[in-house]
């Protein structure tokens, strides 16, 4: 058997995730320096070392982190899922979260939700509050998600639906509201100084509301599944 303190982890995800942010924001590049930049024929993202801790950029040491977190959730709702239906109960919302925690980890690596910007976009005429126009189509599924969880999070004890619905509030705040306040601030200012600085919100945000929820996850397996079943099929 292996046992390890869940707390601890959700601890420790919360101190790194306090100092990756502030890394990136010592590091990053201001909205004048970036313009800058990106103004040069020569300049290349990839090889800008600011790209490593900043969390506007893709590929590096934050997207890792957060894709981390969200398959550590994914693990534990597994988990949970295994444990509930070998008492004979209904296990799809937990298997539901596990899937839900898989995909962010690969939409933070490979970022398929902008592949949505382009082609909406170009047959819409969108708000500057909707220029990152992929908050449309996600906006649509959180509705759909929240109907469809509705009675599951009624049902669960209050101490998991405080920090889960919490924790869910925080992630979609921060990728759909923050997101949207960024955008329009992109189209309407350009790379200013506050569009650096609610990027910084932004993941601060998608990373607590992870390590929120995992912790709400955490909190249902120590009180209701003291003695942990997993199933292997």
């Known amino acids: ?7 601890l982890v959700v601890l420790l995800m919360a101190i790194i995730a306090v100092i990756l942010v502030s890394v990136s924001a010592f590091v990053s590049p201001k909205g004048d320096e970036l313009l800058e930049k990106k103004a040069s024929l020569s300049y290349n993202s990839m090889s800008d070392p600011s790209r490593t801790f900043s969390v506007d950029q893709e590929a590096n040491i934050p997207t890792w982190f ?7 959730l994914a693990m534990n709702a597994a988990l949970i899922a295994s444990a509930v239906k070998s008492q004979g109960k209904s296990s799809w919302a937990w298997r539901g ?13 490979a970022g398929f939700h ?3 910007i382009d082609p909406i976009r170009d047959n819409w005429d969108i708000s500057p509050w909707l220029y990152q126009a992929w908050v449309i189509p996600a906006m649509a599924l959180v509705i759909l998600i929240s109907i469809i969880y509705s009675r599951f999070i009624w049902r669960i004890p209050i101490y998991t639906k405080v920090y889960l619905i919490l924790g869910t509030l925080t992630y979609v705040t921060g990728a759909i509201g923050v997101e949207a306040i960024g955008g329009f601030v992109l189209s309407t200012q350009g790379l200013s100084d506050w569009y650096v600085e609610l990027s910084h919100i932004e993941e601060f945000m998608e990373m607590m509301g992870l390590i929120i929820i995992v912790y709400s996850l955490t909190e249902y397996s120590r009180r ?4 942990m079943t997993v199933i292997l099929r």
């Open 1 to 7: 058997m292996i046992y390890w303190n869940q707390r």
């Open 66 to 72: 957060t894709g981390v977190i969200a398959l550590y």
């Open 97 to 109: 979260i596990a899937l839900m925690g898989i995909y962010i980890a690969m939409d933070e690596v």
């Open 114 to 116: 902008e592949l949505a």
């Open 224 to 227: 209701e599944l003291k003695s």
